[in-house]
């Protein structure tokens, strides 16, 4: 996807420069346009301009290894993060945003506190609660965090897990929030096999994946399958169709008893003998001993080889590249090894100032465009909610609404059809002047020049790292017209709307 600022011809009037990106964007458009596909049961059933074929290019990887870092393990660069990181230095940087527990983040916990109170219920209290208001709360709690907790790099990696553990939220309602709070914000930047664990007694997964129906004389094997697939060894990691079938059979009897608790049901469970990846689980005698069957299971998995591979590659793709060269996913699983399948250690290996400088640009989720550009327009808040549903519906990506086990994709083709939404979400967001989410442009007027705003919106934005010829069109614009905050906040839209600001 070309840049439509840097291509841009120097305007000489406002109306030509309207017209000139008008017509720009028409263009770029009817060719994304090219597939129009309905996705329901995704996002939502809605259209979603999608060109599968169209890859976006990638802008060049710029910056040094601390401001490459800084990209990666946050939501987006600030002022205030990017002058941490320099204070720091490289690695007490990566080491400050690995111990979240010891970053003062009161008066993010003090808002969501206070305005999403449902988080912290129990499940017989949210039992009683509407289903939709429990859903907006958890999605825009989620939102508020990314966006503006101090704590960056577990906001990242809590949006890694909830799409490796994917449960779709109007499938298990009210019991998801028990699982972000028990299994994902709980062992984020822990050990993956007390998450594994904890994901494996959650209520929500056995309901997500139908294991509550699945009893010694009517097995469902959703669970036993998705377990093997996508949380631990990955399609390739070596199982074969009959340890899905002895693995369901060691899971039979683990459903739900109340509202929102897990419990072993004797009466449901197959005591027969199984194997499980060449590993003998004996037969047991009916009672309560019988859900050692799941736990030996959850231990198999865990010490596989594959699941290490498969974990290593996996965190690799997020936080680094697309591509993870082999001899890293080595590495990485080695110490997933060693270590006990530690998340901090594993990162560690990752985030180095050689595989960073390496490393090609990401392009931007929906999701993660919507949180870097709130951190970018610094916006005054009660409520996120103009931008946690609706944008993101018209984006394609909404928080809990991804109806497979999978998760949303971290793939470029996925989302290169989004970029007029894009552009539209850019200007939607910087004119937000009234309301729960006001962005106020009056301090990047301070200094009242074209080129002073331009460098502004640069800081802001892009940690200084703007590039040359999108500051020069950004200044061009601005000093077309007299400069009022409602010109200033369609330059911030366009350099929003830009290639640069769309990966990361």
């Avoid at 899971?251 to 003998?273: L, M, V």
């Avoid at 198999?300 to 697309?322: C, E, G, N, Q, V």
Wanted: glycine share 6%; with cysteine; aromatic share 10%.
């Amino acid at each position: 996807m070309s840049e439509p600022l840097q291509e841009a011809e120097p305007v000489a009037s406002d109306r030509d420069h309207r017209t000139a990106t008008r017509r720009e964007l028409l263009t770029v458009g009817a060719a994304l346009a090219t597939a129009l596909l309905v996705t329901p049961g995704k996002a939502s059933a809605q259209l979603v301009v999608r060109a599968p074929t169209l890859r976006p290019s990638a802008p060049p990887a710029t910056g040094d290894a601390l401001l490459r870092l800084v990209r990666r393990i946050t939501n987006g660069v600030t002022e205030e993060e990017l002058d941490r990181a320099k204070s720091m230095g490289f690695r007490p940087y990566l080491d400050y945003h690995l111990m979240p527990a010891a970053i003062d983040d009161s008066a993010v916990e003090s808002f969501v506190a206070t305005t999403y109170p449902a988080l912290t219920l129990d499940g017989l209290d949210l039992y009683q609660q509407d289903s939709n208001v429990l859903f907006n709360q958890l999605a825009d709690s989620t939102l508020y965090r990314a966006a503006f907790s101090k704590r960056q790099l577990y906001e990242r990696m809590v949006e890694f897990w909830t799409d490796h553990f994917n449960i779709y939220f109007s499938k298990v309602n009210y019991l998801k929030l028990i699982d972000d709070r028990e299994v994902v914000r709980k062992y984020a930047l822990g050990r993956f096999p007390d998450m594994l664990k904890a994901s494996a007694h959650s209520p929500a997964m056995l309901e997500y994946l139908d294991n509550t129906r699945s009893r010694n004389r009517n097995v469902n094997q959703n669970y036993a399958r998705e377990l093997m697939e996508l949380h631990t060894l990955g399609v390739d990691g070596g199982y074969t169709q009959t340890d899905v079938e002895h693995v369901t059979l060691c899971w039979t009897g683990w459903t739900i008893a109340g509202r929102g608790n897990f419990s072993f049901d004797p009466t449901g469970h197959d005591f027969a003998a199984k194997t499980v990846l060449g590993k003998a689980i004996p037969a047991s005698t009916y009672g309560p001993e019988g859900v050692q069957d799941g736990e030996k299971v959850l231990d198999i998995l865990i010490a596989h080889p594959s699941t290490a591979k498969f974990i290593s590659t996996k965190m690799i793709r997020w936080l680094l590249r697309y591509d993870p060269p082999r001899a890293l996913v080595t590495k990485v699983a080695a110490t997933f090894t060693r270590t006990g399948g530690d998340i901090p250690s594993m990162i560690r290996d990752i985030m180095t100032p050689a595989n960073l400088l390496a490393a090609p640009a990401k392009y931007k989720q929906p999701y993660q465009l919507v949180v870097s550009a709130l951190r970018a327009t610094q916006p005054t808040v009660t409520s996120v909610s103009a931008v946690s549903t609706r944008q993101l519906d018209t984006l394609g990506q909404v928080l809990f609404r991804w109806e497979d086990p999978d998760g949303y994709p971290d793939n470029v083709d996925w989302w290169a059809g989004t970029i007029l939404q894009r552009w539209n979400f850019a200007s939607f967001l910087t004119g937000l002047t009234t309301g729960t989410l006001v962005v106020n442009v009056a301090p990047l007027m301070q200094v009242n020049t074209a080129a002073g705003i331009a460098e502004a919106i640069n800081m802001r934005a892009f940690g200084s790292e703007m590039p040359a010829s999108l500051k020069t069109h950004l200044t061009a614009y601005l000093a077309a017209a007299p400069i009022t905050a409602s010109r200033v906040r369609e330059a911030f839209a366009l350099a929003l709307s830009s290639t640069t600001f769309q990966w990361f």
